[in-house]
């Protein structure tokens, strides 16, 4: 394997090699030509006239079973085991036996490695073990592109050409940028170890240094005895002195593998048992594994964890997945990020929007396919990424930055332009906020405060529950950026996704209309009171503002508004400063609240619309669910009816209402929330010039107008009458 040669010698060589050793008529290598298709490679004992004709789908067959359950096949009967498929140009109609044992890297099939005879026989043990040594050294090979070669050969080399992915849009815009990999891939120049003794010499240097990093996170300050932290980190570290895990790599090695390619060979196994894993308790401890094999890997290659400081300029972070507390460490030096797994309502996206950084989630396969230091191209409008662009490629993308930035420039001119129709309807736009990095955005955005503070993204990046100081400091720093705007601050909207690390997390079957938000503050109401208390010692004097997330009857908001009428009292009683004024409000993200009594309406404050929530719970649609999440249009008339209809019961109690969301963002769904009564939207900054460029050059009665009479037509949607309408304004959006 380590001898010199083009491709297709060097596979030529190993069948023939591997089948004298296996005293087998037939040993085969079928590798990947594309995404589905498997290919013959390289045989000896078939029919020579069938190498690089042959072709079988992922799945198909035996050879292709083996390729798509990334699982070893050994049968003493081939044509009579199920999925048998007769390859007539092959001449193995005469072969019995068959072992087939894929060849994978890191989990992924690339392609498959076969030994057949014609006597019926089963395989041992000690022989697919051997085989399956021989394919993770042949995939690694192949990771390096060793039989990528001319003529038939020329099969596409890994981490060379373009790779194109559409994903899931977590963030918009668009960024061109340097893939930096979060957990960078390990490529071993040579897979084959000459001197086993020394290899496991490295290894157990690198297992010390293993255990002794997790030893240090154990010990560290923030995780406490007894927390649900130190837990995981306890497992974490058993794993790290597991013999039997421990004894499979010392296997490989002994077998003649480099250190580094026995760590991926048990590591490719504990992927594909991940895949196939349906207990959540149980994938989420073999992700542990996974994840201190890359450890392992870095410490065996002598690679650090790329540092802050070592980032390249544009840098675009690409991983598998990412927590908040981690995007936070790499800030604002990122000017993009790539996801290959994600939803939109986990903490790495609020983070990204918090920091106004593309991103796009579910990229498949983007792990594999990146190196460090390869061009991406971001496209969070569309959810698009392009690795190694092709030239046309790459020039498409800089006309639609141009344009982007040409419009950022028309925005900008609007900064301190009120949202004002050609009706003379003005709409109030507010930006959305959770982490004080927002807050310089409030005057560059044109926004007229804040409409919605995310209080629990300071919870979710900590191991600890921050101290009331702590947080008192924090809403203190966040009123004083405001300087004077309104600051709504919504308490802790926590459980369902947000799941704090040092919360026990609740086992639902389904948290997003469970135990969360204000029905949790309720149930923990220390929680909730050192939270006002917080709040009112940052407020200092000033007027705050207060609303309660997830709100489904009166009751819950009587309950919650007492609890910070009492502690207002208290405030008073110990001679602390209190708020010069205090607004108690409510967020609608359930029906029920819409139909409340009359007294509720009465009773609060103000009330905030979470679009978000409602949209899910009025279409009975996950939003985190890509089948059906984008099923059901902001523009629905039995949506807009019902958004309708609490603008007109506010109106009549003389509530002030609010919309936030993402749908207050969109230009298109903003206008037709302030025709439908909503006449102001919080959003995040970004958004703000878009929206106000659209209201600006509108009428929003003429809107309600248009609106109304798609209702009133059965359509199921205003979307077309409204684009429409727009069009024959000469209004593109």
């Not at 992927?271 to 992700?287: E, P, V, W």
Request: aromatic content about 6%; hydrophobic content about 40%; glycine content about 8%.
């Amino acid at each position: 394997m380590a001898s010199k040669g083009g491709g297709q010698e060097r596979l030529d060589h190993i069948v023939t090699l591997i089948a004298e050793t296996m005293e087998t008529q037939v040993c085969s290598v079928y590798l990947r030509r594309d995404e589905r298709t498997l290919e013959l490679c390289a045989t000896e004992g078939l029919k020579a006239e069938a190498v690089h004709q042959t072709r079988l789908r992922v799945g198909q067959g035996l050879v292709g079973q083996v390729a798509d359950r990334g699982l070893p096949l050994n049968t003493a009967n081939a044509p009579k085991t199920p999925g048998f498929r007769y390859m007539p140009e092959t001449g193995e109609e005469v072969f019995s036996s068959f072992l087939g044992v894929p060849i994978q890297r890191l989990g992924e099939s690339l392609g498959v490695l076969v030994v057949q005879s014609s006597e019926e026989r089963a395989f041992s043990e000690d022989e697919v073990h051997g085989l399956e040594i021989i394919a993770m050294v042949i995939a690694e090979m192949a990771e390096l592109g060793t039989f990528v070669g001319d003529g038939p050969m020329a099969m596409a080399a890994p981490h060379r050409f373009p790779f194109f992915v559409r994903g899931v849009v977590g963030q918009e815009g668009v960024t061109e940028g340097t893939v930096v990999l979060h957990e960078p891939q390990i490529l071993v120049a040579n897979p084959v170890a000459d001197d086993p003794e020394a290899e496991r010499r490295r290894l157990h240097t690198a297992l010390h240094q293993l255990r002794g990093e997790v030893d240090r996170l154990m010990a560290a300050d923030g995780v406490e005895r007894g927390s649900e932290a130190l837990e995981v980190l306890e497992t974490y570290a058993m794993f790290a002195r597991d013999k039997g895990w421990i004894a499979r790599i010392e296997t490989g090695i002994d077998n003649g593998l480099a250190a580094e390619v026995a760590v991926e060979k048990e590591q490719s196994a504990t992927r594909t048992r991940m895949a196939k894993m349906t207990d959540a308790y149980l994938r989420d401890r073999l992700h542990d594994l996974d994840d201190l094999s890359n450890r392992l890997l870095r410490l065996l290659a002598g690679e650090a964890k790329t540092a802050q400081a070592e980032l390249p300029k544009n840098a675009v972070l690409v991983a598998r997945n990412i927590g908040p507390a981690e995007l936070l460490d790499y800030g604002k030096k990122l000017s993009g990020v790539v996801l290959e797994e994600g939803s939109v309502g986990s903490h790495a996206v609020i983070v990204a929007r918090a920091l106004a950084i593309p991103l796009v989630l579910q990229a498949a396969k983007i792990t594999r396919q990146a190196l460090n230091g390869d061009t991406i191209l971001v496209d969070g409008d569309e959810g698009l990424c392009h690795l190694r662009p092709e030239e046309t490629v790459r020039n498409a993308f800089h006309e639609k930055v141009a344009m982007r930035a040409e419009a950022q420039h028309a925005y900008a001119a609007l900064r301190d332009q009120p949202a004002l129709a050609t009706c003379g309807r003005r709409v109030t736009l507010m930006m959305n906020a959770g982490l004080m990095a927002d807050l310089p955005s409030l005057v560059g955005s044109g926004a007229e405060g804040v409409g919605l503070y995310r209080t629990e993204l300071q919870f979710l990046i900590r191991s600890t529950v921050p101290r009331r100081r702590a947080q008192a400091e924090l809403y203190g720093r966040v009123m004083d950026a405001a300087k004077g705007q309104r600051v709504v601050f919504r308490t802790l909207d926590i459980g369902s996704d947000k799941v704090l690390p040092y919360l026990k997390p609740q086992d639902e079957p389904n948290p997003a209309m469970g135990w969360r938000a204000i029905r949790l503050g309720l149930d923990r109401r220390g929680v909730m009171r050192m939270q006002v208390q917080s709040l009112m010692r940052g407020a200092n004097g000033r007027p705050l503002s207060v609303m309660f997330p997830m709100v489904a009857q009166f009751d819950e908001f009587r309950a919650a508004r007492q609890i910070v009428l009492d502690e207002y009292a208290r405030e008073q009683d110990l001679g602390h400063t209190v708020p010069e004024s205090l607004e108690i409000g409510a967020m609608l993200e359930t029906p029920s609240l819409a139909f409340a009594p009359d007294a509720f309406f009465e009773l609060t404050d103000f009330l905030s619309i979470g679009g978000n929530d409602l949209k899910q719970f009025f279409f009975a649609a996950d939003r985190e669910n890509e089948r059906v999440r984008r099923r059901y249009d902001t523009l629905n008339v039995s949506y807009l009816t019902f958004l309708g209809q609490i603008a007109d019961r506010t109106a009549t109690h003389g509530t002030p209402v609010s919309f936030c969301g993402e749908d207050a963002g969109r230009p298109v769904e903003a206008m037709a929330l302030a025709a439908m009564g909503i006449n102001t939207l919080s959003m995040r900054p970004a958004s703000i010039g878009p929206v106000k460029h659209l209201i600006r050059r509108v009428s929003i009665e003429e809107a309600r107008r248009v609106i109304d009479e798609a209702r009133c037509s059965g359509a199921q949607s205003v979307r077309p009458a409204v684009m429409a309408w727009l069009a024959d304004q000469g209004i593109t959006v």
